[in-house]
């Protein structure tokens, strides 16, 4: 794999995602590739997959895989996405593994003995019947890895493969890759910004830099500690929000995404919501959110949340928009599916407005929500061409932009670096200081220790419950 004065700018976009990159790779090298949010990680493995063409945007210098152009060499790459929904093309776990080894003309008595080593490999808890749509963000994550490892790349290219996953899950998916790429046969490139985890498996740390160009780390690098916020103890507030026995099973299942639980959201105190992937991590959060109602059980705000609602003994899924966006803010776990503008700036702007807040004010808000995430740039950006991790700080932003009294965030630290971390967890430690609630859905155990006054931990509806 070479690449020499390398660079790529989107069609949509006047900057450039990555430029001046010099990097040369030996078959069977291990490579950690590192830099800031931004700084065109993603985009690299992209051009390396032969998934961006002269359709996309301008590319200069040059790139090669085995000698040739990356979309010539497509078939000996394997890639796993920041965003595991973005690669899922079929109903069935295994039917999404068997894709790519058909397309690469398998024959078919060898394909299903080499979905089920895969999903194997991965641990991946279900057969090769379960529907993808019945999966998990972490789930989710395994079942594209194990389409990437099955047919055997010699070039395997990981985008943040264990950002969404439970600490065990993650050091299986460590130990799979590993096992992948110990016969030297195969060429790796990871960006992942949890990197210590990945040292002991590469032999060489490459960083991208944000201003352009790479610099290559030594066998002693190390990535810096994390800066954690200044908290003072607080004492719980009153009660925004509380949970009884609020459980949900999708319709026409018999096996509970999440089982019924008890929660109690004080004003000034964040809850991290942590336990493995398929616990209903990700459903409590919408159901305390008011996205959806629960199936069993109830969730009921307090009185500082229904001041002034017009039907105030309703449950938070059953109120008005409008009146929703004012008293809770919502991170999904997937940022890009909560963006509704073309334009950073007026994304930022729409929840202010649509919550009555003035023109003035909404864009004050916006203008200081940018600045302080890094987003300033980037403000007449489109955010579907984000980077991953601009794309989570920008959906943070616009939960915070309204203000509102309870903040149900999944996964808001996701994608991020060092700097960008220690910022969103300080900003969002402030909200804690001025007497909102924070409910944290998280497998980072940083932000956990960071800002974490009480942890609920869930199980799985499928472990049985301690003696």
Not at 238 to 254: K, N, P, S, Y
């Amino acid at each position: 794999m070479r690449l020499a004065g390398w660079g790529f700018r989107y069609a949509s976009r006047l900057a450039w995602a990555a430029r001046d990159v010099d990097l040369h790779l030996e078959p069977g090298e291990r490579v950690l590739l590192t830099g800031p949010s931004g700084a065109g990680k993603s985009t690299l493995l992209h051009v390396l997959a032969g998934l961006l063409g002269p359709d996309e945007g301008e590319q200069t210098g040059v790139v090669t895989v085995d000698g040739v152009a990356p979309r010539q060499a497509r078939f000996r790459s394997g890639i796993v996405f920041q965003d595991p929904d973005a690669q899922l093309v079929m109903t069935r776990a295994g039917d999404d593994v068997a894709f790519g080894l058909e397309n690469a003309g398998v024959p078919r008595e060898l394909i299903w003995p080499a979905v089920d080593a895969a999903l194997a490999q991965v641990g991946f808890p279900y057969g090769p019947d379960r529907p993808t749509g019945a999966l998990s963000g972490g789930q989710k994550q395994r079942l594209v890895l194990a389409g990437a490892l099955a047919p055997r790349p010699g070039l395997l290219l990981l985008d943040e493969p264990t950002a969404q996953l439970d600490p065990a899950g993650s050091a299986l998916v460590r130990e799979a890759v590993a096992r992948a790429v110990a016969g030297r046969d195969t060429t790796l490139v990871v960006v992942d910004h949890d990197a210590g985890s990945w040292l002991p498996l590469v032999d060489r740390v490459v960083e991208l830099r944000a201003d352009g160009g790479t610099v290559e780390h030594g066998a002693g690098w190390a990535p810096a500690p994390l800066r954690m916020p200044v908290r003072s103890p607080r004492a719980a507030g009153e009660l925004l929000l509380t949970a009884e026995d609020a459980g949900f099973t999708h319709r026409g299942t018999d096996l509970p995404a999440l089982l019924p639980s008890d929660v109690a959201v004080p004003a000034g105190r964040t809850l991290a919501v942590t336990g493995p992937n398929g616990a209903g991590k990700s459903t409590l959060a919408l159901l305390l959110a008011g996205l959806r109602g629960p199936t069993t059980g109830q969730i009921t705000a307090g009185r500082r949340l229904t001041a002034g609602l017009r039907r105030a003994e309703r449950p938070p899924h059953r109120w008005p928009a409008d009146e929703l966006v004012r008293r809770i803010g919502t991170v999904f776990q997937h940022p890009e599916h909560q963006f509704l503008t073309g334009r950073v700036r007026d994304e930022l702007a729409l929840g202010p407005l649509r919550s009555g807040s003035g023109d003035d004010d909404a864009r004050r808000r916006a203008e200081e929500l940018m600045e302080r995430l890094g987003l300033a740039a980037l403000a007449d950006a489109n955010p579907f061409t984000l980077s991953g991790g601009q794309q989570r700080r920008l959906s943070v932003a616009t939960a915070l932009a309204t203000r509102p009294a309870v903040l149900v965030l999944d996964e808001p630290t996701f994608g991020q670096d060092r700097h960008t971390w220690a910022e969103l967890v300080a900003l969002l430690a402030e909200q804690q200081d001025a007497d909102r609630a924070l409910v944290l859905v998280t497998h980072d155990a940083a932000v956990v220790a960071a800002l974490a006054d009480d942890t609920l931990a869930l199980r799985p509806a499928s472990e049985p419950v301690p003696a």
